[in-house]
């Protein structure tokens, strides 16, 4: 299995030599917080445009932690589910601010007390942020992982667990933001292109063409 995914790492890098987070956090580990947060169900260029209004009114955790709730769903409407995701930015900035001074923190068990912050948010923030690694078992990461014979089934923690072993710590935040590239354009969830495809060698997909 090693062997293959290290293979199957240097196809994804040459077909995307070059990898960003699709959210534009501009470094700023709290813009990355919140927008992983309202990415939920929504397209990472809809999280964009909305975040630009979002930040100007409210630059910091702080100023997210003493806004009416009303204000902040105005201004994040067009996400979706923006009732529960303006409570989760609201109480989550709440918390980073009196518990954390305000400061992201990197452990993943102080992560996940953040409202709106599951374990795959989480590894987003601790490999994009901090350097630490993590495996962000979105939707392409799983329906491609499990194509490709890693995992047999839909569940997150197995792909993160799975591949969180088969994967160097430097190469797992990459490896993910190439997966979602990857299954945008190449694995995609309907009518993949596997004639086109350069895993189609490594890859068990029963109804692949
Ligand atoms: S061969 Fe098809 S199913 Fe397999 S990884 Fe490539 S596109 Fe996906």
């Not at 491609?144 to 935040?173: C, H, M, W, Y």
């Amino acid at each position: 299995m090693t062997d293959k995914i290290n293979s199957i790492i240097k196809l994804l890098e040459k077909r995307y030599p070059d990898t960003v987070c699709g959210l534009d956090w501009q470094g700023d580990p709290y813009k990355l917080l919140i927008m992983a947060i309202l990415s939920a169900q929504c397209t990472d260029a809809r999280v964009n445009i909305v975040s630009k209004t979002l930040f100007k009114r409210f630059p910091t955790p702080n100023d997210m932690a003493n806004a009416e709730l009303t204000d902040i769903e105005k201004e994040i409407h067009s996400v979706g589910l923006y009732h529960s995701k303006a409570l989760a930015l609201k109480e989550c900035c709440t918390r980073l601010v009196e518990v954390y001074g305000g400061v992201l923190p990197s452990e993943m068990n102080e992560l996940l007390t953040l409202r709106g912050v599951g374990r795959k948010v989480a590894n987003l923030l601790r490999g994009d942020v901090f350097g630490l690694g993590g495996i962000v078992a979105d939707t392409h990461c799983i329906r491609i992982s499990r194509r490709l014979g890693f995992t047999d089934g839909d569940n997150p923690l197995t792909a993160e667990k799975v591949l969180s072993k088969l994967i160097p710590i430097e190469k797992q935040s990459d490896y993910c933001h190439r997966m979602v590239l990857f299954g945008r354009e190449i694995c995609t969830a309907r009518s993949p292109k596997c004639d086109e495809c350069e895993l189609n060698l490594y890859c068990d997909y029963k109804d692949k063409t």
